[in-house]
Each structure stands twice: as C-alpha cells, then as structure tokens.
C-alpha cells in the first residue's frame, strides 16, 4: 500500500494526480478547500489559513494508525498565481496570503509529514510541484517567481538535513512545464499593464502548447518511478518524458 496526501486536488493537475493514483493498491488524501473533482479521501483545508494544517495532519496520520504501507508521499501541488501585477500594486493582505498559500503552508506541512514519519524506515518523499518561473522572472508575477524559487530552495535545504538522518525523507520539486488548467486561464484573463507577457500566454493556448493535465500528471508518476532520482534535486517535466 502506498499513501498520497496531494494538495490541491479539486481541479487541474492535483486533480488529475489524485485521479490516477486513486487505485485499490494505494490510499489518497486529497486536500483543497472545495471538494470538486478530488478522488480519494477528501479532506478539506484552506492553506492560506495554515493554523489548519497541524489539525488536517494530525486527523490524516490517526487514520493512518491502523493502516500498514510501505510507502507515504506528500504532494504540495496547491497553489496560486495572483495577485498579477507589479508589486506596488498589490495590497500587504495580497502578499501574505499568497507567500502563505505557495511558501508557508507547503513548508509547514513539510514540517510536519518529517515529525509524524520520522520513525518510518521504508519509503518517504516530498514532491513540490514548481514552476519555470521559480528559475526565470517574469514582470508581474514576482510573488509568484519567488514563493516558488523559496519553496524549491527550501526543499533543497531541508534535503541536506534529510541526508544526516536514518531514515531520511526525499525532497524533489518538479516544473511540470504548460498545463492546461485554470490557472492559465486566469493568466489569458489579465491585461497586459498587469501581465505584460500576457499575448504570449495566449499564443501558447491557441498553438496547442498547453498539456492535458492528465497527461503531465502521467509524466509526473512515472518520473517519480525512476531508481535515480536525487535528494533536493529540480527536475523539469521534459527529463520524465
Ligand atoms: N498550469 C500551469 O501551466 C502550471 C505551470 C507551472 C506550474 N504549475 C503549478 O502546478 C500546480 C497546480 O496548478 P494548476 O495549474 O493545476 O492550478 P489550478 O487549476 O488553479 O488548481 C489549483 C489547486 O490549488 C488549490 N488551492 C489554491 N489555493 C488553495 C488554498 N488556499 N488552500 C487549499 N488549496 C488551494 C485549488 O483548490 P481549491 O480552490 O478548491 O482550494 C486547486 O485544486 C501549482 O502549484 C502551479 O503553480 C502550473
């Protein structure tokens, strides 16, 4: 048996991983604050709140007391692009909720999976699901760039402390490159004095750059497959192609 917690899975590529993980070989949590198409066990948590968070785990690893696996995986997959606009434009509310929904909370959970599981001897990772623009900055999106840049390095951290322990926990963020979710819907919405960016972004829908989250989620499976994947190391989608 093979557990899941994935965040962020009521719709796009959370969606789609909850989905096809959701077999009888594997038990999935999915976490997000709507339900929506989430498969597994649903639990609901708003991680712009993360006083949430250590109650949502607490709940989940009681649940897991009377269940025997051999491997336990965290996906902190939720998260959120806006507010889209130059920074001076953006309100203190804005900001601290979004460095808490993309930094904060993954980083609390990460905490907190590494606390309940520590004494577990088989397998345990953390999969971030980053972005492209954690590594290149894009004008109008710098919350975006750096929560994600700062969750990837902190995995890269928390991966060095990992690599001292027994039985450590392997940390690995993962670009997915374009999907066609959501989120790129609201990035076509913006104007271009928000997103400069923004004809580029259509361009990429009406090319048929974007990927069917199912198919990225795919990729992402098998890639976490593979016997060499190393602790705190950035892969992008095309390396598990
Ligand atoms: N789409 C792309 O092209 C692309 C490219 C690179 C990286 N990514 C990354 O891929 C991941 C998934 O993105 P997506 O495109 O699938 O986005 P999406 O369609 O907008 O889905 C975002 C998911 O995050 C959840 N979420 C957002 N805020 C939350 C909160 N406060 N608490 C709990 N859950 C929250 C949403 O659930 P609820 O609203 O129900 O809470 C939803 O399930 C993100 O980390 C994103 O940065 C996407």
Redesign the pocket.
């Known amino acids: 048996m093979k557990v899941y917690i994935i965040?962020?899975?009521?719709?796009?590529?959370?969606?789609a991983l909850s989905e096809l993980l959701n077999k009888e070989e594997n038990l999935v949590y999915s976490?997000?604050?709507?339900?929506?198409d989430?498969a597994g066990i649903f639990k609901s948590?708003?991680?712009?709140?993360p006083n949430q968070i250590p109650g949502l785990m607490d709940e989940i690893f009681k649940e897991l007391e009377d269940v025997s696996f051999d491997s336990i995986s965290l996906v902190?997959?939720?998260?959120?692009?806006s507010p889209i606009c130059s920074i001076e434009n953006a309100s203190g509310e804005q900001i601290i909720s979004h460095i808490t929904?993309?930094f904060s909370?993954p980083a609390i959970l990460t905490s907190l999976f590494i606390q309940k599981t520590q004494a577990f001897e088989k397998e345990k990772r953390i999969v971030n699901?980053?972005?492209?623009?954690a590594v290149t900055a894009y004008p109008g999106w710098s919350l975006?760039c750096s929560s994600?840049a700062g969750l990837e390095h902190f995995a890269r951290s928390v991966a060095e402390e990992q690599k001292m322990q027994e039985f450590p926990v392997m940390l690995i963020n993962i670009?997915?490159?374009?999907?066609?979710?959501?989120?790129?819907d609201?990035i076509r919405s913006k104007e271009s004095k928000d997103f400069p960016n923004v004809e580029r972004f259509r361009e990429f829908k009406e090319n048929g750059n974007?990927m069917p989250?199912k198919r990225v989620a795919q990729w992402i499976l098998d890639g976490l497959e593979r016997a060499d994947l190393e602790n705190g190391r950035r892969y992008v989608i095309d390396e598990f192609k």
């Open positions: 965040t962020g899975a009521s719709r796009g590529l959370g969606q976490v997000s604050r709507n339900q929506g989430a948590c708003d991680l712009s709140k902190n997959n939720a998260g959120m692009l929904t993309n909370s699901i980053s972005t492209g623009a975006y994600k670009a997915p490159g374009l999907v066609d979710t959501a989120m790129q609201e974007l989250p």
